[in-house]
């Protein structure tokens, strides 16, 4: 299916009486990273920082990189993490994980950053009451790229997703590769077997025969003072980090002192505590509710679909990779102990007929999603450059569509957060003013003709009226797929 070349951008639907009111962040396509308030107006632009992702500390202080590793020779490797005042001055700049002389460039030190990052004092990024990431020191998690080999997995060379902990002068203080627990990550034998064979292989010139993106973290966050943790749960301690890889369709928790993976989700959902789960596939931003927030110890994630996961071959997937697929998304909140889905998004809650609908709920890529202080959840549907907010009865009650595009034609949006108005003291809260939802079945542009505006005429049947006859016939199309 096609989509309307036509649509609106900016804010589009804004309920001020239900939605919790802030500022948004995200990075806008080529031009920066942009702060918009509730009505979609621009309030700040920071032109030419990357944002992956971009996060707002208090002060109006942002996070981000300078510049991205030539792709020729790097998969997202941002150059650097920096921390940028309002007026875009460097204030603390991480560069300093690997010394890289990519052919054709001037030897350079890379922070190989991409995807995730957590300053200290907030667990996972976003606002929390009483958890403030600090602004002038303390330790930074950084989810970094490191070349590997392991025969264990693959006999082709590895990208490995390092998690890595660095203080305010840029020390190395704590180092975890995955690559280093393959034999705690669940993978059955058909699955070591892909693995082995096609560790999804991303081809470069200068490596020849290409690098196995094997796992494809895309976050990594502290799990946080929690209730689990506080009642004698040492899997949930607040110091141990939660990450998910998105090739292999895994959720696991780290235990920072011994490495050890001791809480995971996946790769196998078939087994009866997950069965009811169903499996998640190619998902993003999992991570723990931080404490002071609705839902507060429980894991939030975005289930995207797509296809992703190593195992046996189907129509679909000819050699087994990527061998899990569908066609629509969902965002899940469960109880990391009980294993129960206790709220979830998905296209039914967003109103769309299930199954035949379900695509219209649908980032097969990218994407986030935040609790927010009132108990709605702010959700970024990213490869459409989607960012609303629904209660927790799935109402939307407000919708932003990014006007930005990138060299792709894509106003694909990563991720997106929600601050209060008071971490950015430079500007005055703004007016918030409502958006009433457009009635998308009478609107037309200017010069299209109206809605029931067609010459109406009466046509005569020689079929015989059989009351009932118009279900029977529809029953009978959806039986022929048609």
């Not at 990550?185 to 699955?191: H, K, N, S």
């Not at 294993?339 to 709920?361: C, M, R």
Request: with cysteine.
């Amino acid at each position: 299916m096609g989509h309307s070349t036509i649509y609106p951008t900016g804010a589009t639907l804004y309920n001020p009486d239900k939605a919790w009111g802030g500022y948004t962040v995200y990075q806008a396509g080529e031009e920066g990273v942009v702060l918009i308030d509730m009505n979609g107006k621009e309030v700040h632009l920071w032109k030419g920082l990357l944002g992956f992702p971009a996060k707002i500390l208090p002060g109006g202080y942002v996070l981000g990189s300078t510049g991205r590793r030539d792709p020729k020779f790097g998969i997202q490797d941002n150059v650097d993490l920096v921390q940028v005042d309002w007026d875009g001055n460097i204030v603390w700049k991480y560069n300093s994980y690997e010394h890289i002389e990519d052919p054709g460039y001037e030897p350079l030190w890379y922070a190989r950053q991409h995807h995730d990052y957590q300053r200290e004092g907030n667990p996972v990024g976003y606002y929390a009451p009483g958890l403030a990431p600090k602004t002038k020191s303390g330790k930074t998690l950084i989810l970094a790229h490191k070349n590997v080999s392991n025969p264990q997995i693959s006999d082709k060379p590895l990208l490995d997703d390092a998690i890595i902990e660095v203080d305010w002068e840029g020390k190395v203080l704590w180092e975890w590769l995955p690559n280093e627990h393959f034999e705690e990550l669940g993978f059955d034998e058909a699955a070591r077997n892909v693995l082995f064979r096609d560790p999804n292989t991303r081809s470069f010139g200068h490596l020849g025969g290409g690098v196995g993106d094997w796992l494809h973290i895309n976050s990594a966050s502290y799990v946080g003072p929690n209730r689990f943790y506080e009642e004698g749960d040492e899997r949930f301690h607040p110091d141990n980090i939660i990450w998910d890889a998105r090739e292999a369709n895994i959720i696991a928790i780290t235990d920072r002192q011994s490495g050890k993976i001791v809480w995971r989700l996946g790769p196998d959902y078939t087994s009866p505590e997950v069965k009811h789960i169903g499996t998640i596939i190619g998902q993003h931003h999992a991570h723990i509710i931080p404490q002071g927030l609705p839902g507060e110890g429980n894991l939030l994630v975005f289930d995207n679909g797509g296809w992703a996961g190593y195992g046996l071959p189907n129509p679909a997937s000819p050699f087994g990779l990527k061998h899990a697929i569908r066609d629509h998304s969902r965002v899940l909140e469960i109880n990391p102990v009980t294993l129960e889905i206790v709220w979830q998004y998905t296209s039914a809650e967003a109103g769309f007929s299930v199954p035949t609908d379900s695509y219209k709920f649908y980032s097969p890529y990218i994407s986030s999603a935040q609790r927010l202080p009132n108990g709605n959840t702010l959700i970024t549907e990213g490869s459409n450059g989607r960012l609303f907010e629904v209660t927790t009865e799935h109402e939307l009650v407000w919708e932003y569509v990014s006007p930005y595009t990138d060299g792709r034609n894509t106003n694909m949006v990563y991720r997106s957060y929600r601050v209060p108005y008071q971490w950015v003291p430079q500007l005055e809260k703004p007016q918030e003013v409502a958006i009433e939802a457009i009635d998308v079945s009478t609107y037309r542009v200017p010069g299209a003709a109206p809605k029931g505006s067609a010459s109406i005429v009466s046509v005569e049947t020689t079929l015989p009226f059989v009351e009932g006859a118009a279900c029977v016939a529809t029953s009978d199309e959806g039986k022929s797929g048609g």
